[in-house]
C-alpha cells in the first residue's frame, strides 16, 4: 500500500503566490507585444489568456493554502536556520545553476549566433551539468539533432524563423 504524503499549507500557499505573481508578468508580458489588427490575432494573445489561468488557478492554491493555516505555517518555518539549510542545498545549487545557464542561453547566446548552435550549447551544457547520457558525444548528437529539428520543424512546418 502506498504512503499518503502529507500536504503542507505552507507550501500550497507560497507556491500559489508565486504562481499568480508569474502569471501576471506573462499577462504584462503579452500585453506589451505588437498589435498588427486586433489584439484577436496578435501574439500575444493566447500567452494572456495563459497568464490568466495560470493567475486564476496560482489564487485558487493560495487561498487554499491560507485557509488551511499556509501563513501562519509558513512564519514559523522561515527562520534563519531554514533559510540558511534551504540556500546551502544541493538541490537549492542545482536549480540556480540551471536557471543561470538558462539566462545566458536566453540574453548572452539567442539573437547573437544561430539558433542551432545556441540551442545545441545550451542543451550539450545542461545534458553534460545534469550527467543525462552515460557518453558525452551522445549529448552533443543529441543536442545538435534536437536543436535542428526544432529550428527546421518551426521554419517548414510553421513557417516562422526561430531567433
Known amino acids: 500500500m ?9 507550501k500550497d500557499f507560497v507556491s500559489g503566490i508565486l504562481l499568480v505573481l508569474f ?31 495560470i493567475i486564476l488557478l496560482g489564487a485558487v492554491l ?3 493554502g491560507f485557509k488551511l493555516g499556509g501563513l501562519t505555517e509558513f512564519k514559523e518555518v522561515m527562520n534563519g536556520a531554514f533559510l540558511k539549510e534551504f540556500v546551502t542545498s544541493d538541490g537549492t545549487v542545482r536549480v540556480l545553476i540551471l536557471i543561470l545557464m538558462m539566462v545566458v542561453y536566453i540574453w548572452g547566446l539567442l539573437g547573437r549566433m544561430h539558433f542551432i548552435i545556441a540551442t545545441s550549447i545550451y542543451l550539450i ?16 548528437i543529441i543536442a545538435i539533432a534536437m536543436s535542428a529539428i526544432v ?3 518551426f521554419k517548414l512546418g510553421f513557417n516562422i524563423t526561430m531567433p
Open 2 to 10: 502506498q504512503e499518503k504524503k502529507e500536504r503542507s499549507a505552507a
Open 125 to 140: 551544457a545542461n545534458f553534460l551539468y545534469l550527467k543525462a547520457m552515460k557518453q558525452w558525444w551522445i549529448s552533443i
Open 62 to 64: 493560495a487561498f487554499i
Open 23 to 53: 502569471g501576471i508578468f506573462i499577462v504584462v508580458d503579452a500585453l506589451n507585444m505588437k498589435i498588427y489588427n486586433t489584439f484577436l490575432d496578435a501574439p500575444g494573445f493566447f500567452p494572456a489568456i495563459v497568464g490568466g489561468v
Open 151 to 153: 529550428y527546421y520543424a
